[in-house]
Structure formats: C-alpha cells, structure tokens
C-alpha cells in the first residue's frame, strides 16, 4: 500500500516567517495530494490540495507544489500568524473519487508571536 | 454544504461493552465513508472503508469482528467497536466523499474505555 511520510515533526517559526512542510509518497499511481490542519480535539479542515496533473496552486498565503519525480509534495505558507499553529497532516490518494486517503504523520507548527 | 456529524462526541464505558459510534453525512449522499482512528499525538490510521449496501473493506491490521461497521444508507454509516479495552481508547473520526476527490471529515468521537 501507499506510504506518505511527513517532516519535520515539529516547527517553530516566528509571526511573518514562512514555514515549509515536506512529505514523500511511496505509489506513484497516487494523483491526488490534500493537506489538512487539524486543531486540538477537532476535525481535520482542508486548507489546499493538488492534483498530479498540476505542479503548483496557490491560495493566498498557502501554497502547494508536487514534483511526481521525485515522489514529494510540500506545503508552503508564507506571512505566518499565531492562528496558524496547529497540526497539518498531508495525504496522499491514489486513483479518482471515493478513494483512500493515507496520510503523513503530521507537523505540529507553533507560531510565535 | 457537505457536512458530517458524528454522535457521541464523548463515550466513556466499561471494559467488555460495546460502543456504537454514528456517522452522518448532513447535505449530501455518501456512498462511500470512511472510518480512522487517531492516537493522541498521532496521525489518521484509516482503519476501513465503508460501503453501502456491501460490507466495509478493513484496512491489514484491524479486526473486522472488533471492529463492526454497517452502511445501511446514503447517508449513515455506523462504527461498533465490540468488546471494548482499555486500548481501544482513542479519537475516531469518520468522513466521507462527494462526486470528486475532496473528503469531508466528522467532528471526531473520543472514547475512553475504563
């Protein structure tokens, strides 16, 4: 089955950094990558995702780029703020609607004011 | 749109119950749920697969006779964890899907087995 692995565990960055969130994908049939953030005791929210006919997206502050060579995606947000510390988790899902989603093992991201 | 309840939010039970955990997709039709489970600290485990009408498809690892699930319609599927234990102890959240890839995940159940 797919494995997805996630670094770093953990990531402290100052408000106004930027923080990079990296993870690898063992299937290369996977074509579907979502990250989510997860608050203490919460749901997981989706927050992007990327398709594996797509290297980039952007949605304001976050971004996401994907390299299918190589296997890895990464999540990027730039201009960080407190509310932004949580936990993100990403995913990796092979095969089109309704299909598994394995996920990493998550980054806790602490901002500091 | 596309919301997911769960229900309980909290169960706390004895050693040797059972507990049955309900997942509901609100504003949409779900042919397909899916049930994880999650250790503090930890990431998601999917655990199964639930279908409607058929039987759920377990993930290697876990029990299909601990672990009951029944998707008796669009928009219900059930967790039954059978026999509870201590280590059983955990957040279970389940989601389910839409027409495309996106999946919509429950508030999450925390049972704590005593």
């Known amino acids: 089955g797919e494995n997805v692995e996630q670094h770093p565990s953990t990531l402290s960055v100052q408000e106004g950094d930027s923080a990079v969130i990296k993870c690898t994908y063992s299937d290369s049939a996977s074509n579907y990558f979502p990250w989510y953030k997860q608050e203490l005791g919460k749901r997981p929210q989706l927050i992007i995702d990327i398709r594996s006919n797509v290297g980039e997206k952007k949605d304001q502050r976050i971004a996401v780029t994907l390299n299918k060579t190589a296997k890895h995606f990464s999540l990027h947000i730039t201009e960080t703020q407190p509310e932004d510390s949580a936990v993100y988790f990403c995913a990796a899902s092979i095969g089109d609607n309704f299909n598994k989603f394995y996920f990493g093992s998550g980054t806790k991201l602490n901002v500091k004011p | 749109g596309a919301v997911v309840s769960q229900h309980p939010s909290r169960v706390i039970c004895k050693s040797g119950t059972s507990v049955k955990i309900e997942c509901r997709s609100l504003d949409f039709q779900a042919t397909t749920m899916f049930w994880y489970r999650q250790f503090p600290k930890q990431s998601l485990m999917l655990m199964a697969t639930s279908n409607e009408g058929s039987k759920a498809t377990y993930e290697q690892g876990v029990e299909k006779d601990k672990f009951l699930i029944n998707h008796a319609s669009l928009t219900l599927s059930t967790l039954t964890v059978t026999s509870a234990h201590p280590e059983d102890s955990s957040f279970y959240i389940c989601?389910?899907?839409?027409?495309?890839?996106?999946?919509?995940f429950g508030p999450g159940t925390r049972l704590t087995v005593l």
């Open positions: 989601s389910a899907g839409t027409s495309g890839d996106e999946q919509f």
